[in-house]
């Protein structure tokens, strides 16, 4: 590969799928780089493909924006290129009186936010929306849905490459070099070492894109750019009796995830997860003697499930810019030229809900990108 070309994307997630369709168009050379042998193998792949509405974030964050954006534009993706959801809904619940005061401040956070569809309910309530729940309060959110994340993927994928993007993979980005009108980006292609030039480079590397960063010359610690790992598990529930509930259920979030929560696939299939717990290296394994912590979480308020129901599933790992223990951190998404990068925009922290904020971070990357061509 040795070639000039307009835009390279680092990373075929659900995130530079997303920007690939944006940029791409007749007459502009637009590359999409990935290490895999395929488009979205990491961890656009390896989540709960909720539809989130805009709840958990703080107002004025990137995180709410893009969801609250994102979400519609998903659902509109979903009816006009077929791809597989469902608009089921979720009510996130309080299990004790004292998980009702969380319950109140997420409401009144959503609300701030923009979502103007949730609706408080009683316990009574609860009981007659989902039988099986046992709560003291809660509040659903309607518009939370379900989507085949890889149908979205696939679609983006076929997209991007109908507008004349070009997809390499099996290469990984090794090494980017400032130019002086852009960007030599060095790749590894199986055993081979070769090069491009790009103007413009978005890196959407996922949990490798602070490493991106620190390959264009970037000090990702002064920059506060270093990306935490945390490791989601799952467990599914062979639940004989499908129907357990009709809705995803939430409980009140933990500090660094939305806590165990009760999720529906597509086909009808009950998960539980996914946990939080910072780990060091990628593993994509399931402990299974966290089994009996899964069901102590799930059975507080989802009492119809027992023990034997629960087997491992499968994990996800969250680029997390916030450390253990440590406050809020947002997405980021910077052009970097004040930093003498000028054409290098890194998207860094993409954590939940990246897959719903997808489409919105993908129109706002083109918005930055426009001028620099
Ligand atoms: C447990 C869990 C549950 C989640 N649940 C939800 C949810 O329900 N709803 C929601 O909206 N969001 C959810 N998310 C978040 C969502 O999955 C992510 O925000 C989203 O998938 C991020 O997409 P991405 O494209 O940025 O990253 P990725 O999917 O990780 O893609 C990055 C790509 O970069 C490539 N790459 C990395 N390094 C290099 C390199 N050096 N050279 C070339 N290529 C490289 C990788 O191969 C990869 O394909 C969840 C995340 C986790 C972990």
């Known amino acids: 590969m040795s070639d000039q070309v307009d835009v390279c994307i680092i990373g075929a997630g659900v995130v530079g799928l997303a920007i690939a369709v944006e940029l791409a168009k007749p007459g502009r050379r637009v590359f999409i780089l990935d290490r895999n042998r395929t488009f979205g193998l990491e961890t656009s792949s390896h989540n709960s493909e909720v539809i989130h509405a805009g709840i958990y974030n703080p107002p004025d964050s990137l995180k709410t924006r893009f969801c609250v954006e994102g979400k519609p ?3 509109e993706l979903c009816e006009k290129y077929n791809i597989g959801h469902k608009r089921l809904g979720k009510i996130i619940v ?20 923009g979502v103007n569809d949730l609706t408080l309910l009683t316990r009574a309530e609860i009981k007659r929306l989902e039988p099986n729940v046992e709560a003291v309060a809660g ?94 598990e799952y467990f599914s529930v062979d639940s004989r009796d499908k ?10 979030p933990e500090q660094a995830g939305t806590g165990i929560h009760i999720s529906l696939n597509l086909d009808g299939n009950i ?35 027992q023990l034997d129901d629960l087997s491992p599933d499968f994990a996800g ?36 809900p ?20």
């Open 243 to 252: 129907r357990v509930v009709e809705r995803l259920i939430y409980p009140v």
């Open 271 to 305: 998960k539980l997860g996914p946990s939080a717990r910072y780990v060091d290296a990628i593993d994509y394994s399931v402990d299974e003697t966290s089994k009996t912590d899964f069901y102590r979480a799930a059975h507080r308020y989802l009492p119809v499930i």
């Open 317 to 352: 790992i969250r680029p997390k810019l916030q450390g253990p223990g440590a406050g809020f951190r947002d997405f980021v998404i910077a052009d970097e030229t004040d930093r003498g990068l000028p054409g290098l925009i890194n998207l860094i922290g993409i954590e939940s």
């Open 73 to 75: 534009l998903l659902y």
């Open 139 to 232: 509040f659903l959110s309607p518009s939370t849905g379900i989507i085949d994340s890889w149908g979205l993927m696939q679609s983006f994928y076929g997209r991007a490459r109908e507008s004349g993007a070009d997809f390499f993979f099996n290469t990984e980005v090794t090494g980017i070099e400032k130019t002086i009108d852009g960007f030599k980006v060095i790749v590894t292609e199986r055993e081979s070492i070769s090069s491009l030039h790009a103007t413009v480079v978005i890196n959407a590397a996922g949990l490798f894109s602070d490493k991106i960063a620190a390959l264009a010359g970037i000090d990702i610690d002064k920059a506060s750019y270093r990306i935490h790992y945390c490791k989601g």
């Open 94 to 113: 309080a299990a004790d009186a004292e998980e009702t005061r969380e319950i109140e401040r997420l409401y009144r956070q959503g609300i701030e936010n």
């Open 354 to 373: 990246g897959l719903t904020a997808s489409p919105a971070i993908a129109r706002y990357v083109a918005g930055m990108v426009k001028g620099k061509l």
